[in-house]
């Protein structure tokens, strides 16, 4: 997610009491994930497995609980606990503001676009033209919806992510600051739930189909023209290609992608990484 004004790398580390390598007087321009970030964004890494990837991805900062050298035009912010101070950030430039009318002052709804009573709509939320938006829909801040969309009744979008690290004695929750974006011409059935991204965009593809009772995880990419028969649920950061058929109570694991026109079969359980063009049943 890109800052409203950015920051630089010593402002940053004076906020979070933290030393630093790097241009002092660089600019922090967006806070994201690791798989989403690009030139400018900050990320966080706390797992000695994954501190090549970070030092090697398209982030410019890094907090690391490590000292480790600088790779050459990059930041690193040194932390000792790279998750808390992640999470701080994300509560200082994205604080929860909320919203307390149906219909925030903030949010744009395109022509022709009928609202049916007991929708709730927050912060900065737009809504294309020729929707159908029927009774009790919940769009949380920063929802995206294209032209042409019908959602039905109860579904709500943009929930945050179900993310949280285990501190032993609780769960801390890492706090969502992503957007959920429905594209043109997508029907969500009824009971349906779509979170946002952590920090970046959980995605439906234009023209993708959607049944009752689905669920779609944080940072999800779903292709078009998809078809999800009820009780579908999808992990987080998944990858759906395009003309995905999944039947009824199919469950797709996190982080793992699906090709384009695979067919999954009723009650089946992905659990890897799925080539595209076939069909599948059970847990391939």
């Known amino acids: 997610m890109q800052l409203t004004k950015p920051i630089t790398l010593k402002d940053c580390t004076d906020f979070l009491s933290a030393n630093f390598a790097g241009d002092a007087n660089a600019l922090i321009t967006g806070i994201n994930e690791i798989h989403k970030v690009q030139h400018g964004d900050i990320t966080f890494v ?45 509560k200082y430039f994205f604080p929860f503001n909320p919203s307390l ?5 903030t949010a744009v709804i395109g022509e022709h676009t009928i ?21 009790n829909v919940v769009m949380y801040d920063n929802t995206i919806i294209g032209d042409r969309v019908i959602i039905h009744a109860n579904t709500t979008l943009g929930s945050d992510a179900f993310y949280f690290k285990n501190r032993k004695t609780f769960y ?3 706090e969502s600051c992503g957007r959920t974006v429905i594209e043109d011409d997508v029907e969500v059935g009824a009971s349906c739930t779509i979170d946002k991204g952590v ?14 009772h689905i669920h779609i995880g944080h940072g999800a990419v779903i292709g078009k023209m ?3 028969a009820g009780q579908v649920g999808i992990g987080g950061k998944a990858i759906i290609g395009n003309n995905v058929i999944l039947w009824g109570q199919v469950g797709v694991s996190k982080d793992l992608t699906i090709g384009d026109g695979a067919i999954i079969l009723a009650q089946s ?16």
């Open 101 to 105: 009318k149906n219909i925030s002052d």
């Open 115 to 135: 609202l049916f009573p007991g929708v709730y709509i927050g912060n900065n939320c737009i809504i294309g033209d020729h929707c159908i938006i029927h009774p």
């Open 269 to 284: 359980g992905v659990g890897k990484s799925l080539e595209g063009g076939k069909t599948y049943f059970g847990s391939p």
């Open 172 to 174: 801390d929750k890492l």
């Open 199 to 212: 920090s970046g965009d959980t995605i439906i593809g234009a023209g993708t189909k959607m049944d009752s």
């Open 46 to 90: 706390d797992y000695q497995k994954y501190y090549d990837a970070a030092l090697k991805s398209a982030a410019t900062f890094i907090i690391i609980n490590k000292k480790v050298d600088c790779p050459p035009g990059k930041g690193l912010i040194f932390s000792d606990d790279p998750f808390r101070d992640y999470v701080k950030l994300v």
């Open 226 to 228: 998809c078809l999800f």
